[in-house]
């Protein structure tokens, strides 16, 4: 069983077009967050999530909008995409927010 | 701000030990990571030690910890051309929940 799983693994789409990445976790976690992956393989933080309660938002443009139905799911929803939006967006989550994160297989974001 | 360094790569003959080698500025880091991701997958946790341990070893690897000058280390023995991959610090302050990371260490296990 797969523990955080994401969909799409790969988007690919237009400049100025909205879309939205999916993630679930079926392992019980209190806590989910987002990542974002860039060309250098640099990892950075933009939101965390604990009991469907935003906790960590980091300078992100708000064009970047995380939705958490629930405390399984953590979405993450991009308007007016941009060409530096282009990276690998990983979700991870944990047991707490203090425990060790569990990684998604990522989601390749490519905007032309 | 927090800081994670790596260098940014190392090659291996297999068979040979490993080591990747991370320093960090944080000094209330309570939890240090390594984590793997091989080519177009995600990441995946390998082991993590707390910062009130010296040494954590789990099969073929083993983590030191020098939380004087904050320098961490991996150790892959027997290292198998399958350990090929970028080896991610990363390090959590108490209190907080999100993870400072290097920007990976690639491995390149040539037979």
């Known amino acids: 069983d797969t523990a955080v799983s994401q969909t799409p693994k790969y988007l690919v789409t237009q400049m100025g077009n909205d879309k939205s990445i999916k993630c679930e976790q079926n392992l019980g976690h209190d806590t989910m967050y987002w990542y974002k992956q860039d060309s250098k393989k640099f990892l950075k933080i933009m939101f965390s999530y604990n009991n469907k309660e935003l906790i960590i938002n980091e300078t992100v443009p708000n064009r970047f909008s995380p939705k958490s139905p629930d405390k399984a799911h953590l979405n993450l929803h991009i308007n007016s995409l941009e060409l530096g939006d282009s990276a690998v967006y990983f979700c991870?989550?944990?047991?707490?927010?203090?425990?060790?994160?569990?990684f998604g297989p990522g989601t390749r974001l490519t905007v032309t | 701000g927090e800081d994670v360094e790596q260098s940014l790569f190392l090659s291996v003959r297999e068979g040979d030990s490993s080591v990747i080698n991370c320093t960090y500025t944080d000094s209330s880091s309570t939890y240090l990571y390594w984590y793997k991701q091989e080519p177009g997958a995600g990441l995946q946790l390998l082991t993590y030690?707390?910062?009130?341990?010296d040494m954590k070893q789990d099969q073929r690897l083993t983590v030191l910890l020098n939380k004087k000058d904050k320098h961490l280390s991996l150790r892959i023995a027997d290292t198998q051309t399958g350990d090929s991959a970028i080896y991610f610090c990363a390090e959590t302050p108490s209190g907080y929940s999100t993870l400072t990371f290097g920007k990976g260490t690639m491995l390149l296990v040539s037979p």
């Open positions: 030690i707390f910062s009130n341990m």
């Open positions: 991870a989550s944990s047991q707490s927010a203090d425990g060790e994160q569990y």
